[in-house]
């Protein structure tokens, strides 16, 4: 079946402009993950949900950061008033969750966010 | 919360030889060890991952080792190929869900 698909693979956007970056995981996986990679790092933990429960935002950088998963499917990423130092690809990956215990996480493609 | 360290964070190998990538975890409760490898532009694929119950675990040219006590896990890859070149990631969990990464490693492959 198709894997994990995001949206849009590029965005490009003004310092103080809010963005909303999607992800698609793949169909019967109940946990989702977000994460930020910028140019030559490692992937930084951004939030999880697993099936109804509370989300971990454990690795939210701000309050400007935020996320959402609805019908325990789409997960959609806002960040609100964009700052330069925002800029990085934000990685999405799904796995089978909860009762499998950690395992294999399918990424994304990602979207490359650059922030004028 | 658990730290990954990860080294070197460039390798450059002959081809046909082999690369060695260490990493080490703080938390003794982690119990989950997998590697991803992400090409250039690409998203990281898992490679090979190794739980606590066993000290050792090999795919083809692709080895993985686990060291508990020391709290360390390295991965091998031995007659290393031209493909091979590519950032390469540990992580570990304890057993629940959050995966902490190391920094990486940039392996290249000298032909």
């Known amino acids: 079946g198709a894997g994990v698909s995001q949206s849009p693979s590029n965005k490009v956007t003004e310092k103080g402009k809010d963005v909303e970056l999607r992800c698609d995981p793949i169909?019967?996986?109940?946990?989702l993950y977000w994460y930020r990679q910028s140019l030559g790092q490692g992937l930084e933990f951004l939030i999880y949900f697993q099936g109804n429960s509370a989300p971990d935002k454990s690795g939210l950088p701000s309050d400007r950061f935020s996320a959402e998963r609805t019908g325990g499917s789409v997960s959609t990423l806002t960040i609100q008033r964009t700052q330069q130092e925002d800029s990085a690809v934000y990685l999405c990956?799904?796995?089978?969750?909860?009762?499998?215990?950690?395992?294999?996480?399918?990424f994304g493609p990602g979207t490359r966010l650059t922030v004028l | 919360g658990e730290n990954v360290e990860q080294h070197p964070s460039t390798l450059s190998v002959q081809e046909g030889d082999s690369a060695v990538i260490k990493c080490t975890y703080s938390d003794s409760a982690s119990n989950y060890f997998p590697w991803y490898k992400q090409e250039l532009g690409k998203r990281p694929q898992l490679i090979i991952d190794?739980?606590?119950?066993?000290g050792e675990k090999k795919d083809q040219r692709i080895a993985v080792t686990l060291n508990k006590t020391a709290k360390h896990f390295s991965l091998h890859i031995t007659e290393t190929q031209p493909e091979d070149s590519a950032v390469y990631f540990c992580a570990a969990s304890s057993g629940d869900y959050k995966l902490s990464f190391g920094a990486g490693t940039t392996v290249t492959v000298r032909a």
């Open positions: 190794i739980r606590s119950n066993v």
């Open positions: 169909s019967g996986h109940t946990a």
């Open positions: 990956a799904s796995s089978l969750g909860v009762g499998q215990g950690a395992g294999e996480q399918f």
